[in-house]
């Protein structure tokens, strides 16, 4: 197996983990956005660990809507940028930042009550390792190879091609 | 390099991603909310809101309270008083709540409690401490607390327009009587007697009186339960057939084991006037603050918490006395020398009632409720309506599932729009707040919506909105939800099954005699104030372990 061919597959690989977690934002997002009962009241009210009242805080009638308005938007964003691998930096990192938040409201730690969950955990859970993978993302962007850029950078190397 | 498909493909391919993974999320969400919205347009519930009391104006009501113990406090601070015991307990508790990163709201909801136009101005209680705590934490030096040491002193002393009633369940009646004999307002608590003679007595005093009277069914408050009635009434159960109500319990507090005030003496209690009407016994400070456990004072199961859930159904289906009560169960948790069952099941036949019917006329008629209790074990079995079309959960919540063999649904369900183990309809006027709960005992009154409803998502405590329902008919004249026909439905239900448990057969109402079916040779009041032959007394091995 060539270097080069080892070196497409690795970026390709991070292309499609970057599309499938933006499409997994999204779609949580979209969700929300479309449905004008949801709140993240009971998710923020059953918290748990050290972050405990700083969730509980936030189910308080004034800071509430800002809350959930600020959850779809921030899953929207990372949704939309990871897709089209538009500012792809930045929303892997809203992305990692939003996980590692919903990490500790819900901890997956010994004597933690497990809440709402599907399969078996212990310190680490599916949001933990979601937000390590934004963080690679952070560091390997891949919007180039697929996505918006590989475009808008190839009419910059065509303008500079004709410039020059 | 030029423009190729594959560029065009690699670069301006994440656009349909985005595009499908945007639809598929919004026709969902949109596609299963207007599903929803279909069937709730059918059903077409119409969640009930507060009932709008006029203001208790004018001159505040001048209020004596009878019995100043456990719920006699809690009924002081749903009127706006608390003592200064319990201020420093909630603060202390709050205190430990907030290090322990727990909701605890009790002190908070107290303060911000609406003020009612009421003045506490008389307290009547046979046990000096409790008295005394009255009149320092409610008196001031312009309005001081007076003490009467008798509450017929109190009732025609001219300075007490109305009183609340807390004492043990054989007071009720004779005080209740007296009251509404010299048109004093009452606001008496649960059970509303004590046996069957008085309750016709009370009645008859009631329908006679001026005055306004209130049962303390703090419940009928619950707005939950008036749009239980809404969707009883618009047949969206069908033909409701059996009703499954319960009590599980399984602490010292629930089982009535209250504390035993260290100050407790003959010196510093009236035990003549606490005996009353019950047997004659020397003193004895287990029978005065659990007094709930004797037949001699209190009622037990029956017609201390049966009656909150006969109640509760009698507020939503107003199905009346049931025509014919069994009952059994005995001690079985609590062998302390108690002489009320720790287990009690009630069945109670409504046959001419009805809910509605969806199938071919005359099919279903009909109904079963049953009541089944442990002080012994302290799962929650929900409150169910069972109806030939669908099921209700009742408490502060309402859900229902509608049935597998419903008429009604039949082409929903065979279409797929809707199935058995998915609710058709959930009311939880709860789902923004926080709900910071002491005790096992508050949490099991809690669920059942016994405490508190919701007002616009806020907590209201229903004892507080009872309480002001009934000033406001003191002052403005209207109609009180839990007067004196409620009052009568609920202590002759309790009575049927205290009987029916004691006597082992079944008990009948005559519906036109408006009377228990009296029974050749039986003095049902005797039977009801005594302890039947054998319960009660314990074997020598279990009396020395006690």
Redesign the interface.
């Known amino acids: 197996m060539s270097s080069s061919f080892k070196a497409q597959g690795k970026l390709w690989s991070l292309a499609l983990l970057r599309?499938l977690i933006g499409?997994h934002f999204?779609?949580e997002?979209?969700?929300k956005?479309?449905?004008p009962d949801w709140?993240s009241?009971?998710y923020l009210?059953t918290a748990q660990g050290p972050l405990?009242?700083v969730f509980?805080a936030m189910?308080s009638?004034a800071v509430?809507p800002w809350i959930d308005t600020m959850n779809w938007a921030a899953l929207v964003f990372v949704?939309?940028t990871l897709?089209?691998?538009v500012l792809e930096k930045p929303g892997a990192l809203v992305g990692a930042g939003l996980l590692l938040l919903y990490y500790l409201a819900h901890p997956s730690w010994p004597g933690m009550a497990q809440v709402n969950t599907e399969g078996s955990y212990w310190i680490v859970n599916k949001n933990l390792i979601e937000a390590v993978a934004c963080m690679v993302l952070f560091y390997q962007p891949t919007g180039s190879?697929?996505?918006?850029p590989?475009?808008l950078s190839?009419n910059k190397a065509t303008t500079k091609t004709e410039l020059s | 390099m030029s423009w190729t498909r594959r560029e065009a493909l690699l670069g301006l391919g994440s656009i349909p991603i985005l595009g499908t993974v945007w639809w598929a999320g919004a026709s969902g969400t949109v596609g299963k909310k207007r599903e929803r919205e279909t069937i709730l347009e059918q059903l077409n519930i119409q969640p009930s809101l507060p009932s709008a009391v006029p203001a208790v104006s004018g001159k505040p009501v001048r209020v004596g309270i009878i019995g100043f113990g456990i719920r006699g406090e809690q009924l002081c601070r749903s009127l706006g008083y608390a003592t200064d015991e319990w201020i420093a307990a909630m603060e202390e508790a709050a205190a430990e709540a907030k290090r322990e990163g727990r909701p605890f709201t009790a002190l908070e909801d107290f303060r911000n409690q609406e003020p009612l136009n009421v003045q506490i101005t008389g307290v009547c209680d046979v046990f000096d401490v409790r008295a005394e705590k009255a009149m320092r934490s409610f008196g001031t030096e312009d309005a001081p607390v007076k003490r009467y040491n008798t509450y017929t002193e109190m009732i025609r002393s001219g300075e007490v327009e109305a009183v609340v009633i807390a004492t043990p369940d054989h007071w009720h009646a004779p005080m209740s009587i007296e009251a509404l004999n010299n048109n004093v307002h009452v606001y008496v608590e649960k059970p509303m007697t004590h046996n069957l003679t008085e309750t016709y007595a009370l009645k008859e005093a009631a329908a006679n009186s001026r005055a306004a009277f209130q049962v303390g069914h703090q419940h009928r408050q619950t707005l939950s339960f008036k749009t239980a009635r809404d969707i009883v009434e618009k047949e969206i159960l069908g033909h409701v057939s059996l009703i499954t109500t319960n009590t599980n319990r399984n602490d010292d507090n629930g089982a009535w084991n209250y504390d035993i005030h260290p100050e407790a003496s003959p010196q510093t209690i009236d035990w003549q006037q606490f005996l009353g009407s019950a047997p004659e016994i020397p003193f004895n400070k287990n029978h005065f603050f659990r007094w709930r456990k004797w037949w001699a004072y209190g009622s037990g199961l029956s017609g201390d918490l049966l009656t909150h859930d006969y109640d509760r159904l009698n507020c939503v289906l107003k199905m009346g006395i049931p025509k014919s009560v069994m009952a059994s169960g005995g001690i079985y948790t609590h062998r302390d020398g108690r002489n009320v069952p720790d287990v009690l099941q009630a069945n109670m036949e409504f046959p001419d009632f009805s809910t509605g019917s969806t199938q071919r006329k005359g099919k279903e008629k009909g109904m079963t409720f049953t009541y089944s209790a442990t002080l012994g074990n302290g799962f929650n079995r929900p409150t169910m309506l069972m109806g030939h079309d669908a099921s209700m959960e009742l408490g502060n919540r309402l859900t229902i599932w509608p049935d597998g063999g419903s008429t009604r649904y039949a082409e929903q369900l065979e279409a797929g729009k809707m199935s058995p183990q998915s609710p058709i309809y959930n009311y939880n006027p709860a789902a923004s707040a926080l709900d910071g709960v002491s005790s096992a005992t508050s949490q099991y009154f809690a669920d059942k919506g016994l405490m508190w409803t919701y007002v616009d998502g806020k907590r209201v405590d229903s004892t507080f909105l009872h309480m002001r329902e009934w000033l406001s008919v003191i002052r403005n004249g209207g109609t009180l939800s839990c007067g004196i026909q409620e009052g009568f439905d609920e202590a002759i239900a309790a009575h049927m099954t205290g009987l029916s448990w004691k006597l082992g057969r079944r008990i009948e109402w005559d519906r036109e005699g408006q009377q228990v079916i009296p029974i050749e040779g039986v003095n049902l009041d005797a039977v009801l104030l005594q302890s039947p032959p054998g319960v009660g007394s314990l074997e020598a091995d279990v009396v020395a372990a006690l």
């Open positions: 599309v499409w999204l779609y997002g979209i969700v956005v479309y449905n709140t009241f009971g009210a405990k009242p509980q189910t009638e509430l949704g939309i897709i089209l691998g190879l697929f996505g918006l590989r475009i190839r």
